[in-house]
């Protein structure tokens, strides 16, 4: 009996160690090159920025795993799914923006729009799970916001919107947009490998701060790099 | 012989009658070009108002045009669509679609749901990002919502299919209201 009760023990502590802080979904993937001017393109700049913010993670002991790799594009519905099942315990799907208008620039961060007022009785439904973590979503999208806002990145604020990469979710997701390929001066700084190292610095910034003001995330008191 | 010959020349007519019936509706989507004439231009004019987005900063402009009031809702719809995509008149506002952009098709169900068929190969030259996708999608749902009063959702299709979303962002599976925007 008291080995089936430390086996039981110790297969809870492998599936809590096993399970991810993070699931971090770089947009688009193979196929789809998303928003994309000349050799840039949103679906390698965003997996380039994501395996940097996966290894600064877990350089400080969280521990994170993509959606992807660069030979796939799953689609929105799988990469909820496959968050779901992670254990993760917040989803960032990471992007870069493009505009119709072209002197609009910086990051945006994005959540999904928080539940409507619902009687006691109407269960949420599953397409909306997401909004039953809006707290939670919205302090991560804050943490972010506050590490994207710099003096030459300009003020993010969180934003809400209908977004499919988040309908679904049982986790807090958030959407980051990094930046605006339609405009030339961001187009020119996404070309330097430094600017996408200095990106994934302060998301990575953002995250660990997000755990670390989370009981539940464990991490030690961490930094990803002082900002440049 | 001769026998085997006509019945080679049977099976071979056999086999292509198989694949030709099978095939039969596998050939290219429709065009997204009105083989018919949309209007008469006999019909009434309605002034109709456009959104685009501003061309110097976040926002959008509205322009006025002309339809022709149509017996059919759809029609009615398609015009306005087609002055959406051919883009703004003037200067200080920006195009809402890229040139060429097309429908497949549009239609108006009576409990107010305008369903509009995008053409696959249109929404490919979408340039992406959340933020064109936001415009085009904006632009494109309150254009019909705020001239057709009796319109109170817009269902997106893309080739005659539910969609996540037209560029990876935006959930358009179900029908869209201003309130998503």
Known sequence: MKLILLGLALALLIQVHAAPTFFIDPGHGAGDPGAHVGNLNEADLVFNIATQVQAMLEAQGLDAVLSRDQSTAPALSARVAAANASGARAFVSLHVNFSPSPTVHGPRVFIARPLAPRAKDDPSPWDQAAGAHSDAARSLASALARSLSTSDLTRVNVQTLNLAVLKGLSIPGVMVELGFLSHAESRDRFNDPEFLKTLARRVAQGMINWANSNPDASPSDTSAGAHP | ?181
């Open chain 2, 1 to 181: 012989m001769k026998r085997r010959w006509i019945l080679s020349i049977a099976a071979l007519i056999f086999v292509w009658g198989i694949w030709h019936w099978s095939h039969r509706n596998r050939g290219p989507l429709k065009p997204a070009v009105e083989e018919s004439p949309l209007y008469t231009g006999k019909e009434a004019k309605s002034k109709v108002s456009i959104s685009f987005p501003d061309s110097v900063k976040p926002g959008f402009i509205q322009q006025d045009a002309d339809i022709y009031l149509t017996a059919s809702k759809g029609a009615q719809v398609k015009q306005l669509l087609l002055l959406l995509f051919s883009g703004p008149q003037g200067t200080g506002a920006s195009a809402a679609f890229p040139p060429g952009f097309k429908y497949r098709e549009v239609f108006v169900t009576e409990a107010g749901l305008a369903v509009v068929d995008l053409d696959p190969d249109s929404v490919k030259m979408l340039p992406g990002g959340t933020s064109s996708e936001f415009v085009s999608l904006y632009c494109l749902v309150r254009s019909i919502l705020d001239n057709f009063k009796d319109i109170k959702k817009v269902q997106i299709l893309v080739g005659g299919e539910s969609r996540e979303s037209l560029a990876g962002h935006i959930d358009i599976s179900e029908p869209l209201t201003i309130a998503d925007f």
